[in-house]
């Protein structure tokens, strides 16, 4: 499966951005989504995860009431709403595509499927 993430950009702390992931070439539901980040100089770490249907969700504890996690698996399309951003928010952000067994994957080796990343920047 393909995955095309846009969306990123430059934003104010305290206000909010919408990321989008655009799938292709197999059958998007047959796939839990994920979103993850790197900073600068930090390792690539888990966001928020939805599994294929969109019933269950998982987010890391930074995010968790700030940001949310959607998907239309008629568009082949998952989200992430993000708001009351923070400067630590800034980070490169991906998305990815997990065929496993976990509902809600939240480890890399977890996801088969990477998408090239969108850069969010946030400014105190």
């Known amino acids: 499966v393909q995955l095309q993430a846009f969306g990123g950009g430059l934003v104010q702390a305290g206000g909010s951005l919408r990321l989008s992931c655009a799938a292709s070439?197999?059958?998007?539901?047959?796939?839990?989504m994920g979103w993850f980040r790197q900073a600068p100089g930090n390792e690539r770490e888990f966001v928020a995860g939805?599994?294929?249907?969109?019933?269950?969700?998982g987010y890391v504890d930074s995010v968790e009431g700030r940001f949310t996690i959607s998907r239309d698996n008629a568009k082949n399309t998952v989200y992430l709403e993000m708001n009351i951003l923070k400067p630590e928010d800034t980070a490169v952000y991906y998305c990815?595509?997990?065929?496993?067994?976990?509902?809600?994957?939240?480890?890399?080796?977890?996801?088969?499927?990477w998408g090239q990343g969108t850069l969010v920047t946030v400014s105190s």
């Open positions: 070439g197999r059958t998007f539901s047959n796939y839990a």
């Open positions: 939805i599994s294929r249907r969109g019933y269950m969700t």
């Open positions: 990815a595509a997990g065929a496993g067994a976990v509902v809600v994957p939240r480890l890399n080796r977890e996801y088969d499927y």
